[in-house]
């Protein structure tokens, strides 16, 4: 008796930790099925990138997801920026103690004569305040909000989780993994190492979430390597990004260096450019990886700038160009297994092929995209609402069983 009443509590005791171990995942209400809005650094067409304010504002304008992009400090945080070099984003111009920073240093294969996180440490980082990076848009937050770490993002994500009621998720970029590999500091050792990066952000992420593909989470990365490496060690869904220089006029991507490969594609001499990515062959190959392609909207959409004013308005801009349609990567990559999530929908610039940038975003949702990035949350949920893809059951479930078994690639065992 005694012997059963230990074997039926140790019975209840697993259930009850089963059930605790997927408390986080079933709790998440963003997993509908409904298209993602995610906000790009934050709601930053609105404030400052990258900022505790920027995050909060395209949560508070219905955002499923806020996307962090990551870089290191010296003392090795994981610090939201969109790039190494905080001159742009940052008043550090402005601080004579920081002058003596300034420096050039190389990123993937550019030179640029600015001020790098990595020769800051976290509570000088702190010292700093986060400006409005983007001519036109509004000044008046600069100066006031400080550049936040992981941590902090990941913690008002939860906290306005539960605020909301809605699962707010996170979205996490690592910038620059072989520039952060191999970044040497000032005694000539390498600063992090090689996937430094990779382990700290997984640590933290699974610590935060658990290791499940129903966390909360996307990690998406412009490089290969890095996320295949993720991939052998962590079931949060991977985005592989796909980036190009430019749109060409007949419709056709313009794959110009930094933007023509990944750039550790570059140092291993990998002759595959970001469009090699979007083929069938590509497709099949990153699903081996991944759980979605992140690919810049003009894989998706084809425009022809045809020289017809469209909007009327006197000028020929990006707006007027000819929509031509799917491309079929969308139809392609979701054919794969691969979630397909594309960037960035801005109401003040890119709007190609469209001058009403809620009407864009409408487009793409209704084409089947899975997700989109925006600066301009409102304008994302709106444009999601007015979509026949709103609130429906999407083709694919995001996480959990079936998930795993729909992938053809990396889940396919
Ligand atoms: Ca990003
Ligand atoms: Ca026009």
Same mark, same amino acid.
């Given at each position: ?14 259930? =009850? ?9 079933? &709790? ?19 404030? #400052? ?122 979205? #996490? ?36 979430? *658990? ?32 980036? =190009?220089?430019? @749109? ?9 260096? #930094? ?69 079929? @990567? ?52 709106? &444009? ?24 053809? *690639?990396?889940?396919?065992?």
């Amino acid at each position: 008796m005694l012997h059963s009443l230990s074997k039926i509590a140790r019975t209840a005791l697993a259930a =009850a930790a089963l059930i605790a171990m997927q408390t986080p995942a079933q &709790a998440e209400p963003h997993m509908q099925h409904s298209p993602l809005v995610i906000g790009h650094r934050g709601a930053s067409g609105y404030r #400052p990138e990258h900022t505790l304010e920027s995050y909060a504002l395209a949560i508070e304008q219905g955002a499923d997801f806020i996307e962090p992009d990551l870089v290191l400090t010296k003392d090795k945080h994981m610090i939201a920026r969109h790039e190494p070099m905080i001159g742009a984003t940052t008043d550090v111009a402005s601080h004579p103690e920081f002058a003596g920073r300034k420096t050039k240093r190389m990123v993937d294969g550019v030179e640029y004569d600015d001020w790098f996180a990595s020769n800051f440490t976290l509570a000088e980082i702190k010292t700093l305040r986060a400006v409005q990076a983007r001519a036109g848009r509004d000044t008046q937050y600069d100066g006031l909000f400080r550049i936040p770490t992981l941590d902090e993002v990941i913690a008002l994500a939860k906290s306005q989780s539960r605020q909301t009621g809605r699962g707010i998720g996170i979205y #996490p970029e690592i910038k620059h993994s072989t520039y952060h590999a191999t970044l040497k500091n000032a005694q000539g050792r390498l600063a992090f190492g090689g996937h430094y990066f990779e382990d700290r952000l997984l640590k933290t992420l699974h610590k935060a979430y *658990g290791n499940s593909s129903c966390a909360p989470v996307f990690i998406q990365s412009f490089e290969v390597g890095n996320l295949q490496y993720l991939s052998k060690k962590t079931h949060i869904r991977l985005v592989q990004l796909v980036d =190009a220089d430019d @749109v060409n006029a007949d419709g056709s991507l313009s794959l110009v260096p #930094p933007y023509r490969q990944p750039y550790d594609f570059v140092v291993n001499g990998d002759a595959r450019t970001f469009g090699d990515l979007v083929t069938e062959q590509g497709l099949a190959f990153v699903a081996g990886y991944a759980d979605a392609i992140g690919p810049w909207k003009p894989y998706l959409v084809k425009t022809v700038a045809d020289g017809v004013d469209r909007d009327g308005d006197g000028n020929i801009t990006v707006n007027d160009r000819r929509v031509d349609g799917s491309t079929g @990567v969308i139809e392609t990559a979701h054919d794969k297994g691969l979630l397909v999530h594309t960037w960035t929908f801005r109401n003040d610039a890119g709007g190609y092929g469209f001058a009403d940038p809620r009407e864009e975003m409408t487009y793409y949702f209704d084409l089947g995209v899975d997700g989109l990035f925006t600066d301009f949350a409102d304008t994302g949920v709106a &444009a999601r609402d007015a979509s026949v893809n709103a609130g429906e059951a999407g083709h694919l479930k995001q996480c959990g069983r079936r998930h795993k078994s729909f992938h053809k *690639g990396r889940y396919k065992d």
